[in-house]
Every structure is written in C-alpha cells, then in structure tokens.
C-alpha cells in the first residue's frame, strides 16, 4: 500500500501502519513525513497526503467535513463555489452540528458555526469536484445560513435585505428565478430570524414577476 491509496482523503495517525507495518515509532515517522513534504499534518492526529505523494488534488472541502463533523461547507465559501458572488473567500465556512471551532493549519483557516437541528439538516446536498464528493449547502441553504450566522445583521424590511444581497454581498440577483423557495421557508420555520428568511422567500417569489 502507498500514499496513492489515500488520495486525497484525510487519514489518522494509525492508518500510517498500512503502509509502515514495521515502524514502531508512528508519530516520529509522522513528523519525519511532515517534514519532508510527504504529508502535511491538518490537526493533532490528523493528515493528509500531499500532492506529490498522492498524486490526487488536495480539497478544502473535503478537508473541512473531515477536520470537523458533521459538517457541510456553506456561507461565503459555497456561495462563491456556485459562482453566485464574485469576492474570494479567506476562509474555508462550515456549519456543523457540533461545537463552534476554528482550525488554522497550513492549507488555511477553517471556520465552524454550530447550527441545532433540525435546522441544521435542511438544504444540504453532496457535490462531486475532480471526483471528490463533499457534503455542501444548496445554494438557497447557504444564502439562508449567511443572513442567520451573520452576527448583529437583523434586517426588517424587504428593501433593505434586497439592498444588502444585491449591493453588499454583490449576489447574483438572476440566480433568483431558479431557487427553491420551499427550502427557505423550512429554514424560516426553526430559525431565529424567521422573519427575514420569510422575507427572502417573498422577494424571490416575486423576483420573476417584478424584475
């Protein structure tokens, strides 16, 4: 067994024994791997395997459900991977049904905002990217968790939470005419901002009609 059975899934220190069944000293072998570029070290007691030695594309995505679970990306970082804002993310979001978390290592920043459920079951899909899968918001579920996570953002009116999609976040406003108002409206139903998701709904509703 070699590194390129790993591809590009991050593995625990104990998975190492696959490939050095002999080595008794596992976590000096780790650091040894570390250092010579052969893994790179996630979080205490997790890899993954670099490029070089997998031969499989490193994904943030799959990295962030892994380093943290269960936890699907969402916010800026899903909205921007449907291309539906135009601002590069600094950081990897995720929503997950655990504890809040932050993990910074060396393929960036890792955020975790803890959701209850069963709000935080809603919206969520699998998407597939050079053959990784990762477990990502729908495009409706993300824009939703972006208004709800935002902390002091409590919009009231319609046209002040247009204004904030369209002239702050920069929103492609087309994307409206094919989103699933029905997802909104389960989120609406278990959030703490329902009014302003109830809202959303209402504006993309009639997006088509009035635009």
């Known amino acids: 067994m070699t590194f390129e059975n790993f591809r590009n899934i991050p593995f ?9 069944p002999a080595c008794k000293d596992m976590a ?11 893994i790179i070290r996630l979080k205490k007691g997790m890899y993954v395997a670099s490029t070089l030695a997998s031969r499989a594309n490193i994904s943030e995505y799959l990295i962030a459900n892994h380093l943290h679970g269960p936890s699907y990306i969402s916010m800026h970082t899903a909205l921007r991977y ?33 959701a209850q459920s069963p709000y935080y079951s809603i919206g969520v899909t699998s998407a597939t990217e050079e053959d990784t899968n990762f477990l990502i918001a729908t495009k409706e579920k993300a824009l939703c968790d972006l208004l709800v996570f935002t902390p002091n953002l409590n919009l009231r009116y319609k046209g002040e939470l247009t204004d904030y999609i369209e002239n702050n976040l920069r ?28 809202n959303l709904a209402e504006i993309i509703s009639s997006y088509g009609r009035n635009f």
């Open 28 to 38: 000096h072998k780790a650091t040894r791997l570390e250092n010579n570029g052969t």
């Open 171 to 198: 929103f492609d406003m087309d994307e409206f005419k094919s989103m699933d108002v029905e997802i909104i409206k389960k989120c609406a139903l278990c959030s703490r901002k329902k009014n302003m998701l109830n």
């Open 12 to 20: 625990r220190l104990s998975n190492l024994d696959a490939i050095y």
């Open 82 to 114: 449907y291309s539906l804002i135009p601002e590069a993310v600094q950081e990897t979001i995720s929503i997950t049904a655990g504890h809040a978390k932050k993990f910074t290592n060396f393929l960036g920043t890792f955020r975790y905002i803890h």
